[in-house]
Nanobody
Framework: QVQLVESGGGLVQPGGSLRLSCAAS????????MAWYRQAPGKERELVAR???????NYADSVKGRFTISRDNAKNTVYLQMNNLRPEDTAVYYC???????????????WGQGTQVTVSS
């Protein structure tokens, strides 16, 4: 089994910062891309940022210049540094990882349980 556990969400005022973390654990052979998605009430889940195993990144236009995704391959962990937060960033943030378990010949996509980020004064 592979588990993704997120942490770092919370309540922050507009203009503030938060750092999300997501640690992958379990029977992991290798991890390909890792990403953060978010889902606001009444909206579809959307990609926020993605990082490949070699460090290539891409971002949603709405977060470019404010959010930074990074990863520590030794710790199987991905981070999302969120600066200059806006009320429209309020959502549940989900971690996603494409993992090759040690018991499989294929890569599979796994999701974390989600962490709430609320931006409000």
């Amino acid at each position: 089994q592979v588990q993704l556990v997120e942490s770092g969400g919370g309540l922050v005022q507009p203009g503030g910062s938060l750092r999300l973390s997501c640690a992958a654990s379990g029977s992991i052979f290798s991890i390909n891309a890792m990403a953060w998605y978010r889902q606001a009430p009444g909206k579809e889940r959307e990609l926020v940022a993605r990082i490949t195993s070699t460090g290539g990144t891409n971002y949603a236009d709405s977060v470019k210049g404010r959010f930074t995704i990074s990863r520590d391959n030794a710790k199987n962990t991905v981070y999302l540094q969120m600066n200059n937060l806006r009320p429209e960033d309020t959502a549940v943030y989900y971690c996603n990882a494409v993992v090759k378990p040690s018991y499989s010949t294929y890569f599979h996509a796994y999701w974390g349980q989600g962490t709430q980020v609320t931006v409000s004064s």
